[in-house]
Every structure is written in structure tokens, then in C-alpha cells.
DNA sequence: TTTTTACATAGAAACATATCTATCTTTGTA
DNA sequence: TACAAAGATAGATATGTTTCTATGTAAAAA
């Protein structure tokens, strides 16, 4: 694929990634949790989400990875934050855009 | 998975399913494409893209099965629009909040 | 009426993602 | 020390997505 003239190939590759990481149920939904909570443990979101163990850790170790939550051990727990706390705007974002003509 | 309180369920879904249509690299560049010049055919966008004639096609009717394309046929040709011309708008809104923490 | 152009689509193969089950490690606590 | 709690991870399976090849169709041009 031949690059756009708008938007640079890197720029459009690295917004896709980003997009490919809240495109999610899950995700999105930790992210939305994590705006209005700050900071979370696995369990916390686990349980608020009422996800499996493993899909919760699994799914956080994801993210984490793709650098959209950072996180901090504390003991045997483990709290994550949003690395970037607007990222919800997103949403409201997409609500904007898919809404007038 | 339990539904958030900040955003609802349903509402989670329609975003995480917008997301989807966006993040992938050769759609997004036709959103991009389409932001610019408005109406394209999909002949037009292949070669802009320099994609294969089959991968244009059907990912232009994946667009549109999912409600980001409208499509109006003219003789042979398809000229394909964005539904909702703002939508690009996310890959700003999303440089905004991936930038300053 | 044959050919070409623009586009669609079916079916297979390749690849990626998500989920499940089970097990493991680390840390705190009885 | 033994046990429980919090989390990580491996491996299997399931599911979904993307791409490829080939062929089909409709409209225009020759």
C-alpha cells in the first residue's frame, strides 16, 4: 500500500495501533473504568468487569505492552493507570464525528 | 462482562465497533483518501492505494455494510463517500490524548 | 455482438486474536 | 513452614480477519 498524502504512513500505522487496543469490549471498558478510577488493581478490574482471572491479567499484560496503561507493583498486587488519561475522549470523539453530516 | 457506569454498555459496543472499521491500515487510509477528496470510485482509491482490485473491493463493502461508506453507482463505476466526513477527525483527537499526560 | 472495463464474490489458505484450562510464581499471612 | 491471595503464563482450541485466486456480472465501447 502507497502512502496518503494527508496523513504520513508512520503516523497512520501508529494511530492504527492505538485503535487496534480500544477496539475491545474489554479494553474499551477498562479504559473507561480507569478514567474515572485512576488507578486499579487486576482483581479491582476483574471483578468490576466480571471477567476470568487469566482473561483480566491476560488482557491488561496486552495493554500494557502497547503502552496504553502503565503500571506499579505494590506487594502482590498490581495497580495500572491510563498512560494517557484523555484517551477516553475517544469516545465522545467518535460520537461527534458519526453524528451530523 | 457487566456494563460500566460511566458508559453504557450498548454505547461501549457502537464505539468498539466504529473503532474496528478504522483500525486497519488500508481502511483507515481510505477514510483518510475520502477526507480529501470527498467522492472517489473504488477503481480510484485501488490505485491510489496501489492495492489489488479484490482487497479494494471488498474492503470498501466491509465499509459499508458498517455504516462508514455510502455508495452511489454511476454506469460501471462506484463512487464511494464517507458517511460521516469527520470521522478522520479521530486520529487527531487521538494524537491529543496520546501526547501530554 | 464481442470485448473491455469496473466491480463483486465465492472459497481456500494464511494469519491473527481471543478464550479456556491448568499450572506456576511471588508475596504476604497464619 | 504451610497456606492463601494476586497475578502471570503456557498450550490448546476456537473464532475471526485478511488475503489470494479465480470466476462471475453488468454496463459501456468497439
Known sequence: MVLTERIEA??????????????????????????????????????????EQAIASQQITLMEDKGVLVAERVGRNKYVSLRFPKMINIVSCLENCCNET
Open 10 to 51: 508512520d503516523k497512520l500505522l501508529s494511530a492504527v495501533n492505538m485503535l487496534k487496543v480500544i477496539a475491545h469490549p474489554v479494553r474499551l471498558a477498562i479504559v473507561d473504568l480507569l478514567t474515572e478510577n485512576k488507578r486499579m488493581t487486576v482483581l479491582e478490574l476483574q471483578e468490576a468487569l466480571n471477567l
